[in-house]
């Protein structure tokens, strides 16, 4: 019985130490951080009821079952962790790189214009408020770049993720009560945040420490459509043919939006390269250890040799084991080998003769040859084989999720990157700085039709078809028409 309760206590003192963090803070570098919180598996019922106030049709109630632990980021990205982000791999989000820039905040709504990205919004920000003017690729880029950092698995969440981690228990409309003053104390929404965001921390957190709702819309990793019927267990709708036209799911609410809108239940969606002023994103985090580095394994080394002094009997030298396939060696006197080999000694004697009755006749014959003239020595040159230049890497290396580039291009050259994903086009510019296997682009898929090239050098040659056009813009924010006959690489927000 004490062998027992020994065992069990120790598979519990072990299963404690495995056991994750309820909160972790991940070293950023450069003095910053990121903290999140640990969510455990659960189930909660997800959507909103008939009767609920503000309630959307997309809002259908179903039964879901979270089956795994994760990490999901106290607050939304902020903006000095996305500085940090920036200031490691020179990263260039898309309203920066784009034509027409993002949609900012122009003192009475939000319009697009050149100089509006997350840098200049259109109202003031400082380091603790949620990064803004981001896209689907540019949030996914920062996820890569923390799966990197941490060894861990870093996304964007699940819709449910999202609102499992929102509800906290709760089945109240909002995480913080049931009604409009519940909701203002709880939210910055349309009706209290101004014109702007607010700092991530600046509103009660939910009753599981997270800072989650309003502020900020974000973006999940799911395409938008209405949900299935029945229960579910850790639903991700990966189909993006599903709505009107493909467009991923924002949750939140944001500091422009309704108050309605901020609701655990509220589902909202936008083309994934919208760049607008009220769009961020927070991330989840893999709670299984991070993958060691790997280390050679080490060699051992030869076995020394035993010389034999003078006057010593003789001494076996250490030999290495022979193969199983091949017969020991020493057990036959004419056998042969690289150790513990018998040789017979008649034979050795032979040859040892021959060879001394050799040599003196092989100096005879080329003093002749060299008095008689015949055998000038005539030197031949003989060219050394030219060098081989060292092997790189390919310019551009597929993964499943993306592609590295390793190119000669200094550090902190301008790149224009192009490549086609489930179709849709992508276009970029980034600040070339390779580490040891060189820079990797982040995409969410198998690339198609890569180009990279420096930013005013004619584009690479792509194979056909370059894209499939992208999706129209809605009817909140148009592009003005061009003439150029592309279609526009930059759709508008929403």
């Not at 079952?65 to 500085?83: A, F, K």
């Not at 021959?354 to 060219?383: D, E, H, M, N, Q």
């Amino acid at each position: 019985m004490n062998g027992i309760l020994a065992g069990f206590s120790v598979g519990l003192l072990a299963g404690l130490a495995h056991a994750a963090d309820p909160m972790m803070r991940i070293d950023l570098g450069g003095g910053s951080g990121l903290d999140v919180v640990l969510v455990q598996a659960g189930e909660f019922d997800q959507g909103s009821l008939p009767d609920e106030a503000g309630r959307g049709q997309d809002e259908a109630r179903r039964r879901v079952r979270i089956t795994s632990d994760y990490y999901i980021g106290r607050s939304s990205v902020t903006v000095g962790q996305w500085e940090r982000f920036v200031a490691e791999t020179g990263y260039r989000t898309e309203a920066e790189t784009g034509t027409s820039g993002g949609f900012g905040w122009n003192g009475s709504g939000l319009v697009q214009e050149k100089r509006f990205n997350w840098r200049t919004p259109g109202f003031t920000q400082a380091a603790d408020h949620p990064v803004c003017l981001v896209t689907f690729p540019d949030a996914q880029a920062f996820c890569a770049w923390m799966s990197r950092k941490t060894r861990r698995e870093v996304t964007l969440p699940t819709e449910a993720q999202w609102e499992f981690a929102c509800r906290a228990g709760t089945g109240t409309p909002w995480h913080s009560g049931s009604g409009p003053e519940d909701c203002d104390r709880g939210f910055w929404h349309k009706g209290n945040a101004g014109n702007g965001t607010r700092p991530v921390g600046s509103r009660p957190p939910n009753p599981w420490g997270l800072s989650i709702g309003g502020n900020v819309s974000e973006w999940c990793l799911d395409w938008y459509a209405n949900y299935p019927a029945g229960e579910a267990s850790d639903p991700r709708q990966d189909n993006p043919n599903l709505s009107d036209k493909p467009r991923r799911v924002l949750r939140g609410g944001s500091w422009i939006r309704d108050a309605k809108n901020t609701r655990s239940a509220a589902r909202y969606r936008a083309d994934p390269r919208s760049r607008n002023a009220d769009i961020g994103f927070r991330i989840v985090c893999s709670t299984a250890e991070p993958t060691p580095v790997s280390t050679p394994t080490p060699v051992a080394p030869p076995a020394p040799k035993v010389e034999a002094e003078p006057g010593d009997p003789p001494r076996q030298q250490p030999v290495a084991p022979a193969p199983a396939s091949e017969p020991a060696p020493g057990r036959s006197s004419g056998s042969s080998g690289s150790s513990g080999v018998v040789v017979n000694t008649g034979i050795s004697g032979l040859l040892g003769g021959l060879f001394c009755l050799a040599v003196p006749i092989l100096v005879v014959v080329l003093l002749f040859k060299f008095l008689t003239g015949s055998g000038r020595a005539v030197s031949t040159y003989v060219p050394a084989d030219p060098p081989v230049p060292p092997k790189r890497r390919q310019l551009i290396r597929k993964a499943s999720d993306g592609f590295w580039i390793d190119g000669d291009w200094p550090v902190g050259t301008a790149l224009r990157i192009h490549y086609v994903v489930n179709g849709l086009p992508a276009d970029l510019t980034m600040d070339y700085r390779p580490g040891p296997d060189g820079q990797f682009v982040y995409t969410g898929g198998d690339a198609a039709s890569v180009s990279v090239v420096p930013d005013g050098d004619d584009p690479m040659p792509v194979p056909a078809p370059l894209f499939v056009p992208p999706p129209v813009s809605e009817e909140r924010h148009v592009d003005p028409p061009r003439h150029d006959p592309r279609p526009p690489r930059f759709p508008s927000a929403y």
